[in-house]
């Protein structure tokens, strides 16, 4: 793609949609997403309408635009009853224009039951699921603290496979215990499975997890950072031999399969966030970005909705320094990297030179002179966060 | 004004946790210096830090007020005293002042190394004694032993020792009894010219300086004109009063009575601790003996990790020493730190004292330099020069030889632990000079090269003996010795802040220890650092941090940029408290932490 090429304005990227769904079945200890479990029946309807509304707050914020991408997260959207689904998607075709080839991708979790929604799903308008089918293995998928075995998310993978165009394999893996020999016999298996695009998380202990708790008393042991580097290795590896390189650090494509709407993300376009702790990022008239997130406890997001239209309750004026550092932490997590003219005409300012030939020098970051375009190399991927800190002022 | 025979003035001798700061808040409540609201535990020791840590800095005193079994209404003066070798100074100008101690040791530990230390100073200083056993609440208590152990050992009348609990406060009124029939009154003539000794200053931010004195003859009064005889000022007294903890103003202070005045004087410098005060018009015949001020022996550098806090390091210094005479600084500059100061310390408890105080209350990150002692140079060309600073050291070539501080130590151990002090003593190239027994104790006189003792000695000699050993030095003056500047190349470039003067012996053994607590001490970074120590152009020893394996964000937070974006900034902030030195990060704390020896 010629993109970052052609003329700089952000809303090349297109502009996306979120809606959070803050529901699971039960709560897993590695997670710290905004998700709850409840024990009484959710009023399902409620929340859609209340998305609904949310959407038409947004509407009124971002005006008219043309939606590239919607994205249905969580918490486990595959607890929406589709018609619900329906009612959501209906809405943004109602408030804005759609374009021809949307992708609506929709987060499912492989229990047989949600299974069953797929169909109503593709009926809504859902074009792509990303399943959370997290390890082969159903001792590991017990420790995970998942919901599902690994035949029935194989099944459930399989299912979605033949009713949706496109499908991602998520995985989680430097798991307790888990060795080099372990996963390359785990991906290889999954390679096989796999139609397009997977994600591959390194398991990230989260703070106030259980899985933390259990690792600040030692009853934890995740790989070391020696150990997590070598499994990072064997991934790009075998991914690249089997045809799904990836394109951000933990995502993997072939060709032309990636997430639009997570490219959306990294190359930090806009976005409108709907649902009980919804982020989002717009620009202003006078080329300034705002950041806006919503109430996380779901049932106090829904009666702010009812009362005001929406769930907002943080509204941020994002400076020039501010934009320039999200820029640099999203772009460079992609394997495509960044441009360093669209870095200074979207803010004003230039990641030092000396800087960038000095990381190119010691082999962490490719540099096109031509193009003006920076990127992590493999190696530079594995200590991204440090380049990041060197790069970014 | 008290009659003079109804005033007890006391300190509190003890091994560390043996409870001294829980009896004297005690005698506080029983006494009801404060109500069960503002009691908070250890109310003596004031400073955060000390509540922290769990020692006493500063010496306090406290007036408390009891009416006597027989009726009588008797005032007690207490001033608790630190118990850290460091400030050793302060405890003994703290018993000159009063004429007894109780002596608390614990019930079911006995007598510890302190417990001899501080009682031999309160004999010195000619004080009856009240023996007091704490903790009889405990089951493991074993009062009788114990007091059998303090006739044997110390060779005190234990027999009528109190029994109590400070926790409880079982037998605290039997404390006050013991106080008032066992410790004598003090003496003094009220009519005779005013003398008092100076015994401890402080600045008070709301106060000014804070004088606290101990009247001999005399009064002291508001309004009055009085001289110090060492410096030979003269102040109009402002307030006079004391501590009850809190302040209450008394207009005058007469023989016997401790407490406080201030007049319009400007810093705690202008007062000598153990100086005596007189009135002016019709100042006393003879001065007090006085003490001699307290030296400080152990030098290190202060930087402030950001290099724009330098003013307000400035200011924070500036501050402390209103309150601390004994802490020197003057300002330094250095290639790779940029502006500090080099200062100077009674020892390493109170140079890191002094370092928590600073980033506390003035919120300065500092750097820390190696600790150094004083060496004197001598030149090929005859000059002399004091070496404060191991970066100061001259061309090698021009110095003909060079001399060291040695001092003389006292360890008081129990027999089970004497072999491993002596090795330690051995190993920081000790001379033994005496070894004699007291019961299962062992006396021992070494005579150690100050620099191996400065830096680590006392911990290491409280790690082998669990805390059980004693130790008290002295200097004896300077000795010539085989010693090199060992310098430390962190990615091949020397940092001159972790540079030590080191005897050639122990250079080795030094380096490698350095280099291996440097590999721990600095993170890794992209590309792997070699850590080296050389004397001159002389590698003698080398470790190598490896590059960076992983430091990646893994998961993807969807649009929640701003969580990455905080995570970020914390990561930023991290290296703030990193300086650069070429290409390599070194956190603040390592400059310290690195010499510190773990020896086995
Ligand atoms: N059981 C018991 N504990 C005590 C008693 N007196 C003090 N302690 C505890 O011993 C510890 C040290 O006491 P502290 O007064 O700080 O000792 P200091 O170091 O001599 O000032 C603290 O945890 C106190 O609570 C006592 O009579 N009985
Ligand atoms: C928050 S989940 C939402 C989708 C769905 N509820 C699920 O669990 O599959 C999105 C993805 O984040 C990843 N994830 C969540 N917590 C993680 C952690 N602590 N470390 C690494 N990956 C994690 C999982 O792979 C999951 O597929
Ligand atoms: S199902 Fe997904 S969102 Fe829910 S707790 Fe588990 S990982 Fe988190
Ligand atoms: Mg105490």
Redesign the pocket.
Known sequence: MAEGTKNYSPYDVGFGIYVHWPF?????P????N?H?RHQRVDTDAFATGLVRELQHFHQLAGDRTVTSVFFG???PSLMPPRCVEQVIAAIYDLWDVAGDVEITL?A?PTSVEARNFAGYRAAGVNRVSV?V?ALDDDDLKKL???HSVDEALKAFKLAGRIFERTSFDLIYARPGQTVAAWRTELERALAEQQGHMSLYQLTIEPDTAFERLHQTGKLVVPDDDLAAALFDVTQELTDKAGLPAYEISNHAACDQQSRHNLLYWRYGEYAGVGAGAHSRLLTENGGRVALSAEKHPERWLADVEATGSGVIETENLSMADQAREFLLMGLRLHEGISLERYEQLFGRKVSQQQVEALNKQGFIDFDKTRQNIAATKTGMRVLNSLIALLAD | MTKISNIRNFSIVAHIDHGKSTLADRLIQITGGLSAREMKQQVLDSMELERERGITIKAQTVRLDYTHTDGEKYVLNLIDTPGHVDFAYEVNRSLAAVEGSLLVVDASQGVEAQTLANVYQAIDNDHDIVSILNKVDLPAAEPDRIRQQIEDVIGLDASEAVEISAKTGLGIEDVLVAIVEKLPPPEGDVDAPLKAMLVDSWYDQYLGVVVLVRIIDGELKKGQKIKLIATNATYLVDQVGVFRPTIEYTGKLGPGEIGFFTGAIKQVADTRVGDTVTDDKRPCEQALPGFKPAQPVVFAGFFPVDAAQFEDLREGMARLRLNDASFEFEMETSAALGFGFRCGFLGLLHLEIIRERIEREFNVDLITTAPSVIYEVYMSNGDKIELHNPADMPDVVKIDHMEEPWISATILVPDEYLGSVLKLCEDRRGRQKELTYAGSRAMLVYELPLNEVVFDFYDRLKSVTRGYASFDYHMIGYEQGDLVKMSILVNAEPVDALSIIVHRGRAEQRGRGMCEKLKDLIPRHLFKIPVQAAIGGKIIARETIAAMRKDVTAKCYGGDISRKRKLLDKQKEGKKKMRQFGQVNIPQDAFISALKMDEN
């Open positions: 699971c079945l039960a709560k897993c590695y997670c710290d997403f998700s479990v969580g918490g486990t987060e979790n959370g997290q603290g998942r919901q």
